[in-house]
C-alpha cells in the first residue's frame, strides 16, 4: 500500500512530458537524472567544442627573430595554430541541431520546457565559444603580423649591413691585389 501511494504521490508531482502525465518510472528516472537535466539547462559551458583536437595550443611569438631556426619554428608554430583553429571553426559552425549534442537518454527525460531552455543554452554557449575564439585569433594574428614586420625589417637592415662591410672589406683587397701588380 505505501509502494502504491509513493508513486502516486511521485505521478502526482512529476512534470508533464510533451502533455502526457508522467509515468511512475519515468519520474524516478527523471529524479534519478535529475543533475543531468540540470546540466543541460544551466551549467553547460561547451567544453568538448575547444577541447581534445580542438585545444589550439596559442603559439609563442616573440617580438623579433634574429635566428633563422626560429623564424623557421614561429612559422611552422603559427601553422600548426591556423590548422588547429581551421578545425575548431568548421566544428563550431557543423549545421548540427543543438540538440543533437544533450545525451538522447537525458533528452528523452526533459521536458519541453526544459528542451527548450538546454537548447537556447546551447546556444549561447555556442556565440561565446566562437565569439572567445575569435578575439583570441585576431590577437595571434595581430601578434604574427607585428613580429614579422620586426623580423623582416631586422633581417633587411641586418642583410643591408653586412653587404655593406663586405664591400668594404673586399674592395680593399682588390686594390691591394692591383697595388702589388703594378
Known amino acids: 500500500m505505501k509502494k502504491i501511494l509513493f508513486y502516486l504521490a511521485l505521478a502526482a ?5 510533451a502533455d502526457k502525465p508522467v509515468s511512475p518510472d519515468m519520474a524516478q528516472q527523471r529524479e534519478a537524472r535529475k543533475a543531468d537535466i540540470e546540466h543541460w539547462m544551466t551549467r553547460y559551458d561547451g567544453y568538448e567544442l575547444k577541447s581534445g583536437k580542438f585545444a589550439c595550443r596559442t603559439p609563442r611569438i616573440p617580438q623579433i627573430s634574429k635566428d633563422n631556426a626560429e623564424i623557421t619554428a614561429i612559422g611552422e608554430r603559427v601553422t ?3 590548422h588547429c583553429y581551421n578545425r575548431f571553426v568548421d566544428n563550431l559552425n557543423r549545421k548540427e541541431a543543438p540538440e543533437l549534442r544533450i545525451p538522447k537518454d537525458v533528452y528523452a527525460l526533459m521536458t519541453d520546457e526544459e ?15 566562437g565569439k572567445t575564439a575569435s578575439v583570441k585569433a585576431k590577437t595571434i594574428m595581430a601578434d604574427y603580423d607585428a613580429w614579422r ?8 637592415e641586418h642583410n643591408a649591413t653586412t653587404k655593406d662591410i663586405q664591400e668594404r672589406n673586399h674592395i680593399p683587397a682588390q686594390k691591394r691585389a ?4 703594378n
Not at 13 to 17: K, N, T
Not at 115 to 129: G, S
Not at 149 to 156: D, F, L, N, S
Open 80 to 82: 600548426a595554430w591556423q
Open 149 to 156: 614586420a620586426a623580423t623582416e625589417a631586422w633581417v633587411i
Open 13 to 17: 508531482s512529476a512534470p508533464v512530458l
Open 178 to 181: 692591383l697595388d702589388s701588380i
Open 115 to 129: 528542451r527548450a531552455k538546454a537548447i537556447e543554452r546551447i546556444k549561447l554557449v555556442q556565440a561565446d565559444v
